[in-house]
């Protein structure tokens, strides 16, 4: 969307027009083949690709965005068809998905109404489907997604007492590998030191070109204060409430909160409107000059580019992966079973990426960073947190900006 609405006219404006196609079947004579992440997994899997070179913004999600691109979501509207489809299995489809409804609705559930399945919640429903031909779509989609390499979970619907079963990848290279051989790839984004380490697809790049400005070098100044409570302890949230007044105080320019815990985002949200009034937002794209934008992680690195650089950053709770996600969960047990450190390895390299991608602006706004988690300073990992914000110095004081 920002290619089509933003960049083909700069370069038009530039002087360089491109033809550009979208759609699933481009004519042989086009430059420009413009897709969706999933077009282009439908794409490479249908073998209209060809040689086609590879040109990938925004990088940095690209792992991500094919994991989803590659989910296969069955919804309550797909059994029914299914039903319809195989008259002759629909008592057995009936039982299946009752009992499996007894059992998603009687699980605990995390925040997001997310429930983890296991291989053998859905072995029955697979052998079945295994002997009924033909099956109506998106059904043979989720009986190929099989194996250890990919993960299910459930999103539940308490009200309406309804779910939806969602299959992922864990490792996108794993499903789509070969996508990236044999043909010119151009990967541009924001790739952190951990990204770097583990590229996109395992692609080995030839050529690395940094074409960004050099990085400043201005020290970043740091509030963190010593002996902050963990986000586990009961006086937690007071304690986000107490520093986020002291950190708005005063401040003339935009102050972003981040933190992915919704409850507890939310009542700090709530908390500081009632001190500081219609200049706290939650999640909005249209703050007040010197407003108060309250965010998760995602919202913020997926929306920063469009809001003024901010005078602050407050990060509530460091960007690290919560094994309450079903995705997550699942691959941190893998690499648990490989008897590799799960958490160097995928947790806090992940979270560091996020860190640093979300802060960025700061150095050119000449703003400040505090971070209120006091796992930066309670666990030993909270070195490398602080190795990767370097250069950055020691705010002793807050005052008034």
Not at 14 to 22: E, I, K, N
Not at 76 to 103: C, F, I, K, T, V
Not at 107 to 112: E, G
Not at 236 to 257: K, M, N, P, T
């Amino acid at each position: 969307l920002r290619l089509q609405q933003v960049e083909l006219p700069r370069l038009a404006a530039a002087g360089l027009a491109l033809a550009c196609f979208d759609g699933p079947n481009p004519p042989p004579q086009a430059r420009v083949w413009v897709m969706s992440h999933r077009q282009l997994v439908e794409a490479w899997q249908a073998d209209r690709l060809g040689r086609r070179q590879l040109v990938i913004p925004e990088a940095e999600g690209l792992e991500a965005e094919l994991r989803q691109a590659l989910e296969v979501v069955i919804q309550p509207e797909h059994w029914d068809q299914l039903r319809r489809a195989q008259p002759s299995a629909e008592a057995s489809l009936l039982s299946l998905h009752e009992r499996l409804s007894r059992q998603l609705l009687a699980r605990p559930r995390n925040p997001q109404h997310l429930v983890a399945l296991a291989p053998e919640d859905e072995a029955p429903l697979r052998h079945l489907l295994q002997l009924l031909a033909p099956l109506p779509a998106p059904w043979p989609t989720w009986l190929e997604a099989k194996g250890e390499g990919w993960t299910s979970w459930a999103q539940v619907n308490p009200h309406l007492l309804q779910w939806a079963l969602h299959r992922q990848p864990l490792e996108p290279s794993q499903v789509m590998a070969g996508l990236l051989e044999g043909r010119g790839c151009l990967l541009v984004g924001q790739m952190g030191p951990g990204e770097s380490e583990r590229p996109p697809l395992g692609l080995q790049p030839t050529v690395q070109v940094d074409l960004g400005d050099p990085p400043l070098t201005d020290p970043l100044p740091l509030y963190a204060p010593l002996r902050q409570p963990l986000p586990n302890s009961p006086h937690f949230g007071e304690h986000l409430l107490e520093q986020g007044r002291r950190l708005v105080l005063g401040q003339a320019g935009l102050s972003v909160i981040l933190l992915d815990d919704d409850a507890l985002r939310l009542d700090l949200t709530s908390g500081l409107a009632a001190e500081f009034g219609s200049r706290v937002v939650h999640q909005s794209t249209a703050p007040e000059s010197n407003g108060v934008i309250s965010a998760s992680w995602r919202w913020w690195l997926a929306h920063q580019q469009r809001l003024p650089l901010p005078a602050q950053v407050i990060v509530g709770l460091l960007p690290l992966a919560s094994l309450e996600d079903p995705l997550t969960a699942a691959q941190v047990n893998q690499l648990r079973q490989q008897g590799r450190d799960w958490f160097r390895e995928r947790l806090l390299p992940d979270g560091l990426n996020q860190l640093q991608l979300g802060v960025a602006g700061l150095r050119r706004s000449g703003g400040r960073l505090a971070i209120l988690d006091g796992r930066l300073r309670g666990r030993s990992w909270g070195q490398n947190v602080l190795s990767a914000l370097e250069p950055w110095v020691v705010l002793g004081r807050l005052l008034p900006h």
